[in-house]
Structures are given as structure tokens and as C-alpha cells.
């Protein structure tokens, strides 16, 4: 890589040596390997206390089985910083059908294993070992999204708050600038972490109720959710929507939980990120390599952390999404306003991509969350906040939603025009409904003419308008107008390219009747995916407790709640996920248990012989 040390963060003592420090005031420890790129956290909030006058060393992925792994920087003046890394660490060890995965992206080479299981509550443990009352403040995906109780997929029980059951101090939930900083200062003033209050973003815990915040509103106790009974699991929609009707910074309210003797307390969510303080984060000094000591081969000859790959031409224009899918937690943690950086701001970081000597003419993504969305939803949000009871997309987009691509499309020609740039892509998810929400058909043309090649990946995620309704994504009918519409423009244009639909097979809401009406609906159209997404119930989102709950927190009729329809097991996922692959060769037995057990023998002769004699989907052309 042929980068100096001296340019990254400490990662050792002899770097602590070389900078003439004997302590830093915060070690950092992170599932992911370092990488100083600001995709990823450590390197980011690093960088970030750095320029705010603090010191930080970086522990990254340390042998999760030795408690001097975390000593190698002294004990911190201030405190650890610990995340599960990028990817929560069960998401990142195992797959939605609980399997092993073969490797990390976010490890050194990409080999597996250098991630605990439960890697907070793991990292948490060890510091405690090597140090007796030394500040520990967790943060992340994957604390963010357990702060409260919270569905455990993996064990299949109901977990306490990640910050009682790893022992921490502190918990920063969502995006962390704001908090991160204020916390820092207010340790550099001799506060123990234990003591803080009051910061927004953050999650504590006290057993005395008379220090739980005036106003703050109560959320069922952990002894009634965790009982698996009807009673119970109500109680967890409930207490679910209430935690996602107080995500916003603006008309949320501070909660309060008990878990036997003690409150977990939820300050106020962080304000969002104002153009401004986005731009300056984004311009701190990454070199945007991964660190030296990844030059060297891994276990298995590689060199390098792949996920780098993903990033290393791309730019990041957002954070936030109003979009508010069930089966996506990024609502849940970044919220729903949407903070977008300066077209200054990226300009200024696409001319340093384009410097980088491995830079070949493309820059790879231009987005976020939702790579169209640019702005808030509609005007009202920035002083009353994204509304708590109603959402701005799905089946029934709210009429204020206001549609305008006008800032972006001026954003992506001023790219295109760089000097070195052949192409901008754009791969991060576009939501064709609010696409085809707009009258000014600029950005579409552009979309097409310029953005993808030969290609585009879209999520209808199903077929039926149940299910999607579920979902919280637009109907079928909105997604056939959009193909409609991107094979005319195409032609208008003169252009070969087409769609790439993602589905998902599982979702609550899903049966056999409802995975068949997709089998057949591909059948029609001539495409079969080559990869279905398997529903993965992982915390902190919507479509997590309604598989867990069966019931819909967001549907009431005479005081009770919407029962929701849940496969579980893997039988019924693997049919399922068959039957959206009938065309495969190898799915043709499961294919015709699914049509004889949904009381289908008359679609046998349909798919199962399709199935039979055709392993390969042909793509459908639009």
C-alpha cells in the first residue's frame, strides 16, 4: 500500500511510542479490521476525536480469547470504545438459515473467524478482565440495535438490553458524532461514564426509578415480554412500536425499561448531522487504504480486507431513509430524516478518487440508504420531524411526500464532467416508487443513459399486495408501471439493458399461497433470480417482531392486533425459497412438496416440469 504509519491511527505501542504518547485517551475496539476509510466507524469516530484534541488507539479484531490482546495500548485515560464492527457480529458469522459462513469481508484476507459471536458482550468481558473499573462505552449496529430487550433469532428467546447484559457503562445508539464528542469532553472533565446523563443518543441504566428523567414514557417490563404467551408477545408489539414511534430527534420522547431490579433509560435520539458538520466529518485526513499490516498474506495467501473493495471508488451522499422498510433496521438507527453532504463537499472527495493510481475511470456508487433520496421527505419534517403514525412510502405514499430529483441529477452531472471520470454508477438501492412518484422524467433518462450499465438491481421484493403492505413497500402494480417504463425509455434510447429484481422469500405475511404467486408471476415474465434473500430476523426491525409476535404493532381493530402469518422452521423457508426458484433442476422435489402440500397438484405439470427440465433461468428482457 505503500502508505507510512504516521498517517493512521495508533495500532500499537511502538506507534504510541513514535507519536511521544504513554497512554491515549481512548482504545477502540472494532470486529472489523482497520480500515482509515470513513465507511467504516472506527476509523471515522476515530478520526473525528482526533481533531477534536483527543488521542485514540485502534484494537482492531483482537484475539477475542485473550484478555491481553486488549492491554497492548496500557489502560486508556478515558475509556473504551467497543462495537461489534460494521456488520453485526451474528449477521457477519452466520446466515439466515443459521449456517456458518465461510468468510468476513471486514477480516484480514476475508477469512471467517476472527469475529466473536456476540462480539460486544464478548470484547466487553475481556476489557473487564484486564482492567477493574475502566470506563466502557458500547456503540454500533449492533448495540444500537439491541438497546432495549430485544428478539433473539439465534437462541429464540427474548434478550435484555445489550448494555446490562455486557456489563457496560454506557451504550451510543445511531449515528454517533454528536454523542461521541460530548461524552468525551465530559469524561476529560472528570466524569465516570457511569455518570452521564442527559446526552442525546445515548442508552443507561440505574436501579433508582427517581432518577428516571420527568415525562419519559414507560415501555412494558422485560419479565412481560420475554414470556412466551399470547399476553407476552403482545406486550412486545407494543412496546416495539413505541420504541419506533420515538426514533425521531425532534417528537421523540426519552423511555425508560425495567429489567428486574434495574431502568435502562433512552435519551432522545442524536440530532441529525446538518450539511455542514457531514462535510467536515468526510473531510478528515483518511488515507482510505486499509492499514499496512494487512500487506501480508492472510491464513488463506490473501492480502487486504475486501470490503474495501466495495467502497474504495464509491462516495457516500446521505445517511437516513424515509423509505422505512420492515424487514430494515437502518430506519430503526439512522431514522428516517435524511442528511445529505455539499455537492462541494463530493466533488472535492470524487477529485481525490480519481488520484488514487488503482483508479480506472469509474466511480462506483453515488448514494446511501436510498441512493435518491436527498432530502427530507417533505417540509414539514425539518421543524415537527418524521411523523411517528404515519408512513411516507409504502402501499399508501403520504401526499405531502415531496418528489424532486432536481439537486440530484445536478449532483451527478457535475461528477460526470470530472476530469479522469468515465462513469458514474449508481448502486445503492433506488426506490423506482418514488421514482415514478415524479412528472419530470430527467433523472429517469439520465438513470438509464448514464448510471448502469447494461443492468439494474431494483427490490419489488413480491409480488402480492398483502405481503408488501407488510413490508412497507409499494404495490405490485407501481413496480410493473416502473418496468413498463424502463424498457420504453430504453428503447427510446436505443439501449440493451435490463432489470434485475430482488425478492425475498420468508417474510412474515408469507405463505406457500404467496411464494407461489411469485413462482408463477416469474414464470409469466420470463425471469427467475439467481439468488433469493432468505428473510433474516435480526434485531431492531419491524419485520423481527411481527416473525417473532405473528401480530402487526401497526394494525388495530378493536384492541387487538393484527395476526400476521409467520414461516418458521426450515422446512417451510426452504420450499418457499424453492418455489421462487422452480427453474432449478435441483429444486424440483421441493417444488412439488410446496404445490401438493398448499393444495396445488394442478400447477405440478406447471412448475415442477419446468423445474425438471430446465436448470437454467433465462433473464427476462425488458
Avoid at 483482537?62 to 497492548?72: G, L, N, R, V
Avoid at 462495537?83 to 469481508?105: H, I, L, Q
Avoid at 447484559?165 to 458524532?177: C, F, H, R, T, V
Avoid at 409480488?463 to 413497500?473: A, E, F, G, I, Q
Amino acid at each position: 500500500m505503500g502508505e507510512s504509519k504516521e498517517k493512521f491511527l495508533c495500532v500499537s505501542r511502538a506507534d504510541m511510542e513514535e507519536r511521544g504518547l504513554s497512554e491515549v485517551d481512548f482504545v477502540f475496539v472494532s470486529g472489523d479490521a482497520y480500515v482509515d476509510h470513513p465507511t467504516f466507524a472506527a476509523a471515522l469516530l476515530g478520526r473525528l476525536l482526533e481533531a477534536n484534541g483527543f488521542t485514540v488507539g485502534i484494537l482492531p479484531q483482537p484475539d477475542f480469547k485473550s484478555k491481553e490482546a486488549f492491554m497492548i495500548f496500557g489502560r486508556p485515560k478515558l475509556g473504551f470504545l467497543v462495537s461489534g464492527g460494521a456488520m453485526d457480529s451474528m449477521v457477519s458469522n452466520y446466515t439466515a438459515n443459521n449456517k456458518p459462513r465461510s468468510e468476513d469481508v471486514y477480516a484480514h484476507g476475508g477469512v471467517a473467524g476472527h469475529r466473536p459471536d456476540r462480539a460486544v458482550i464478548t470484547y466487553c468481558a475481556k476489557i473487564r478482565e484486564a482492567y477493574k473499573g475502566v470506563n466502557v462505552l458500547i456503540g454500533g449496529i449492533e448495540a444500537s440495535l439491541r438497546r432495549f430487550s430485544h428478539y433473539d433469532y439465534w437462541s429464540n428467546t427474548v434478550k435484555h438490553s445489550i448494555l446490562l447484559d455486557s456489563k457496560a457503562d454506557l451504550l451510543m445508539y445511531g449515528m454517533g458524532e454528536h454523542s461521541i464528542i460530548e461524552i468525551a469532553k465530559q469524561l476529560r472533565e472528570g466524569k465516570s461514564a457511569r455518570e452521564i446523563r442527559g446526552v442525546r443518543g445515548t442508552c443507561w441504566y440505574t436501579s433508582k426509578k427517581e432518577e428516571i428523567p420527568e415525562g419519559a414514557l414507560f415501555l412494558p417490563t422485560f419479565e412481560q415480554i420475554k414470556q412466551n404467551t399470547d399476553e407476552g408477545k403482545e406486550l412486545y408489539a407494543r412496546s416495539y412500536l413505541k420504541q419506533e414511534q420515538n426514533t425521531d430527534a425532534i417528537n421523540g420522547h426519552v423511555l425508560a425499561e425495567q429489567a428486574e431490579s434495574r431502568f435502562v433509560v433512552q435519551e432522545k435520539a442524536a440530532l441529525p448531522l446538518t450539511t455542514e458538520e457531514f462535510d467536515a466529518v468526510y473531510s478528515l485526513p483518511f488515507t482510505r487504504k486499509w492499514h499496512p499490516m494487512y500487506d501480508i498474506p492472510a491464513e488463506n495467501g490473501k492480502v487486504g480486507i475486501p470490503a474495501l473493495s466495495e467502497v474504495k471508488f464509491s462516495l457516500t451522499s446521505s445517511r437516513g431513509c424515509f423509505g422505512a422498510c420492515s424487514f430494515c433496521a437502518i430506519t430503526f438507527h439512522q431514522g428516517r430524516r435524511i442528511q445529505s453532504r455539499s455537492h462541494e463537499s463530493l466533488l472535492a472527495e470524487a477529485k481525490k478518487i480519481t488520484e488514487d493510481a488503482d483508479f480506472k475511470g469509474y466511480i462506483h456508487d453515488v448514494g446511501g440508504p436510498t441512493a435518491n433520496f436527498r432530502a427530507d421527505a417533505c417540509p414539514y419534517q425539518k421543524e415537527r420531524g418524521a411523523c411517528p403514525n404515519r408512513d411516507c412510502m409504502g402501499t399508501d405514499p403520504c401526499k405531502n411526500v415531496k418528489v424532486d430529483h432536481t439537486e440530484y441529477v445536478a449532483l451527478l452531472r457535475k461528477l460526470r464532467a470530472l476530469p479522469k471520470v468515465k462513469k458514474v454508477f449508481i448502486r445503492s438501492g433506488i426506490r423506482f416508487d418514488y421514482l415514478m412518484m415524479d412528472k419530470d422524467e430527467t433523472f429517469f433518462r439520465e438513470l438509464c443513459k448514464y448510471h448502469i450499465s447494461g443492468q439494474l438491481k431494483v427490490a419489488p421484493e413480491h409480488v402480492c399486495d398483502n405481503v408488501l403492505r407488510l413490508m412497507r413497500k409499494s404495490t405490485h402494480a407501481v413496480y410493473e408501471a416502473f418496468a413498463e417504463k424502463y424498457a420504453k425509455i430504453n428503447k427510446e434510447l436505443g439501449l440493451k439493458q435490463y432489470l434485475v429484481p430482488y425478492y425475498i422469500a420468508g417474510h412474515p405475511g408469507a405463505g406457500l399461497k404467496e411464494a407461489i404467486e411469485v413462482a408463477l408471476y416469474l414464470k409469466k415474465t420470463g425471469f427467475v433470480p439467481d439468488q433469493v434473500q432468505d428473510f433474516y430476523p435480526t434485531p431492531g426491525s419491524l419485520a423481527t417482531c411481527m416473525y417473532y409476535t405473528g401480530l402487526n404493532p401497526h394494525s388495530e381493530k378493536d384492541g387487538k392486533l393484527e395476526k400476521v402469518y409467520v414461516a418458521k422452521g426450515a422446512h417451510e423457508r426452504r420450499l418457499q425459497r424453492a418455489l421462487l426458484q422452480f427453474n432449478r433442476a435441483e429444486n424440483a422435489k421441493d417444488v412439488k412438496e410446496a404445490l401438493i402440500e398448499a393444495g396445488r397438484k394442478d400447477l405440478i405439470g406447471v412448475l415442477c416440469a419446468h423445474s425438471a427440465h430446465n436448470a437454467h433461468g433465462q433473464k427476462r428482457k425488458r
